[in-house]
């Protein structure tokens, strides 16, 4: 029971530890500091992981002229197969480094008063992560189907 709840848990504990680092950046002021470079830097993860998806789903529909007609990876073509496995590795890598490196991150941050100034790079890289992770839901249902099992 206790690992059916862990994914919940983990994700209400992201949810509120970025909104509540997002609304101290907005009342320190902190984002105004930033710099255009600092904010493609923060946004690039989430974005490259929305072009990954979606460059995927192209590749598989045109490649079998349409949807999989079942779970798995059974008649897909060679570089299908490389495309896939690519982006499942990038997904992987973002979810992790979601799960245990931003929190360690935002507490370190937290912790030391110099390093305060980087929670706001922290803060905006997990709202690019929320926002991008949003428009993946947005693919076709079919897509998506597949995607998750």
Known sequence: ?????????????????????????????????????GIIFCALPGIIMVLLFYALAIHMYTALGGWPKSIGEAGFPPALLKNANITFLYFELMFLSMIFIWPAAMLICSVFARWRKYIAHLSLFGASFVICFIIILLAPSQFLYWWWD
């Open 1 to 37: 029971m206790g690992a059916l709840l862990s994914g919940p848990v983990l994700a209400g504990l992201f949810l509120i530890t970025l909104t509540g680092s997002v609304v101290w950046c907005i009342s320190q002021k902190l984002y105004k500091s930033l710099s255009w470079r």
